[in-house]
């Protein structure tokens, strides 16, 4: 599938997950393009992923933990859901 940014036709985002939700940022312009529910996607993400705490800008705040998203579904889901920005970030 080709997905690119409805408003700068940019193919590169960031993969963010606040409060419930999980969707996809742009990375050049910052518009918010694809979101469902973290929940529901989370245990189909495959790969190994850095999991960071990001600030509104995309800056690194802490990094949380890196592996699959499988085995930290909960601690990423108690974060998000306290308001923080969750960036996945694929190794």
Do not use: W
């Not at 918010?32 to 529901?40: D, E, G, K, M, Y």
């Not at 495959?46 to 579904?73: M, P, R, S």
């Amino acid at each position: 599938m080709d997905l690119r940014c409805h408003i700068c036709d940019s193919e590169s985002f960031h993969t963010l997950v606040n409060y419930g939700s999980y969707y996809l940022q742009c990375s050049n312009c910052d518009t918010q393009n694809v979101a469902t529910s973290f929940i529901a996607i989370g245990p189909q993400l495959t790969g190994k992923y850095d999991i960071i705490e990001v600030d509104d800008q995309i800056n690194e705040i802490k990094k949380l933990a890196t592996g699959k998203i499988a085995n930290f579904i909960t601690m990423i889901s108690k974060e998000a859901y306290q308001g923080k920005i969750i960036l996945l970030k694929r190794k």
